[in-house]
């Protein structure tokens, strides 16, 4: 069985491969001389299609540099973003890398240090926007950590709304070994996930703790062993975007909303929120198909409208 993959900004082709059960993601170099295989690049974009349609693949691509990331790496990610915004298609995404046993290094310091005294706050803000567009994209965001998750790294996969993690896998936010502080949200997102006492003492020690450890504390949300391909979060992240995906996309983004908003909020603004939330869904094609394969008794098949 041989699906294609759309890719974002195509500059080749990639194919679902299923042969005797078991599938893989063959990348396919393009024809045209002229343009540049995307694996090649520090971001790649992958979407699904066939059996997995509606999952989407941000994969980190940087290997010499840990998937450091680096002014390319920033932009490029936020290129990544941008395509998936309006994507109604999109029902889950999936943060993970391509480079064994790293996720992301945090920030490049040796790009940093050539770095004018000036430059280094705007650059920051363009990370700090960058890590909250992820937070904000409207399908449910996944990030698979198979491998060190170091400062904005680890903001990278905070910004997420689920986390899995090899138990092997090394995370933490260091920023204050280097004197400064996590600049990409993650002395916000890390009190709000884990609490403010324990979180306090992760930022003020930088210290590193691994996967089974930050499974114990809810920093992620389940831990694996790691397998001999070192993928193991990955794979056990796209099961669980394919249990996401499966529903209603339009009342899984709703309810992505309302939780995120209603966090912030008081209790009663939250409720207020949930119901302005639950009246979008009421009208949709969906709704009245969950509906109707209920009494039916059969899987639903959700569009997305």
């Given at each position: 069985?041989?699906?294609?993959?759309?890719?974002?900004?195509?500059?080749?082709?990639?194919?679902?491969?299923?042969?005797?059960?078991?599938?893989?993601?063959?990348?396919?170099?393009?024809?045209?001389?002229?343009?540049?295989?995307?694996?090649?690049?520090?971001?790649?974009?992958?979407?699904?299609?066939?059996?997995?349609?509606?999952?989407?693949?941000?994969?980190?691509?940087?290997?010499?540099?840990?998937?450091?990331?680096?002014?390319?790496?920033?932009?490029?990610?936020?290129?990544?973003?941008?395509?998936?915004?309006?994507?109604?298609?999109?029902?889950?995404?999936?943060?993970?890398?391509?480079?064994?046993?790293?996720?992301?290094?945090?920030?490049?310091?040796?790009?940093?240090?050539?770095?004018?005294?000036?430059?280094?706050?705007?650059?920051?803000?363009?990370?700090?926007?960058?890590?909250?567009?992820?937070?904000?994209?409207?399908?449910?965001?996944?990030?698979?950590?198979?491998?060190?998750?170091?400062?904005?790294?680890?903001?990278?996969?905070?910004?997420?709304?689920?986390?899995?993690?090899?138990?092997?896998?090394?995370?933490?936010?260091?920023?204050?070994?280097?004197a400064i502080l996590p600049g990409a949200g993650g002395s916000q997102r890390l009190p709000r996930?884990?609490?403010?006492?324990l979180a306090k003492e992760l930022i003020f020690t930088g210290r590193v703790i691994d996967g089974?450890?930050?499974?114990?504390?809810g920093l992620v949300n389940h831990v694996v062993d790691q397998n001999k391909d070192g993928d193991?979060?990955?794979?056990?992240?796209?099961?669980?975007?394919?249990?996401?995906?499966?529903?209603?996309?339009?009342?899984?983004?709703?309810?992505?909303?309302?939780?995120?908003?209603?966090?912030?909020?008081?209790?009663?603004?939250?409720?207020?929120?949930?119901?302005?939330?639950?009246?979008?869904?009421?009208?949709?094609?969906?709704?009245?198909?969950?509906?109707?394969?209920?009494?039916?008794?059969?899987?639903?098949?959700?569009?997305?409208?």
């Amino acid at each position: 069985m041989l699906q294609r993959l759309y890719v974002s900004k195509a500059k080749g082709y990639i194919f679902h491969l299923t042969l005797n059960n078991q599938s893989r993601l063959c990348h396919v170099p393009p024809s045209d001389q002229g343009s540049r295989h995307l694996l090649k690049d520090e971001v790649q974009l992958d979407r699904y299609e066939g059996e997995t349609s509606g999952v989407a693949v941000i994969s980190l691509n940087r290997p010499k540099a840990k998937n450091a990331i680096s002014a390319r790496f920033l932009h490029l990610f936020t290129e990544a973003l941008e395509s998936l915004k309006h994507d109604k298609s999109v029902r889950a995404v999936i943060v993970r890398s391509n480079v064994p046993g790293i996720f992301c290094a945090g920030a490049d310091l040796k790009e940093r240090a050539k770095m004018a005294q000036s430059d280094v706050g705007p650059f920051v803000s363009k990370l700090r926007a960058m890590v909250s567009g992820l937070s904000t994209l409207p399908a449910p965001v996944i990030a698979a950590l198979d491998g060190a998750a170091m400062g904005g790294g680890l903001e990278i996969a905070l910004a997420c709304d689920l986390r899995i993690a090899a138990s092997s896998a090394k995370m933490g936010l260091v920023e204050a070994k280097l004197a400064i502080l996590p600049g990409a949200g993650g002395s916000q997102r890390l009190p709000r996930l884990i609490g403010v006492p324990l979180a306090k003492e992760l930022i003020f020690t930088g210290r590193v703790i691994d996967g089974k450890a930050a499974h114990e504390i809810g920093l992620v949300n389940h831990v694996v062993d790691q397998n001999k391909d070192g993928d193991a979060a990955y794979h056990r992240a796209l099961e669980l975007a394919e249990e996401i995906s499966a529903n209603g996309p339009v009342a899984v983004r709703m309810a992505k909303l309302a939780i995120n908003y209603g966090s912030e909020v008081d209790l009663a603004t939250g409720l207020a929120f949930e119901e302005t939330c639950y009246a979008q869904v009421i009208p949709t094609k969906d709704r009245l198909e969950g509906l109707q394969a209920f009494r039916e008794k059969r899987t639903p098949k959700y569009l997305g409208e």
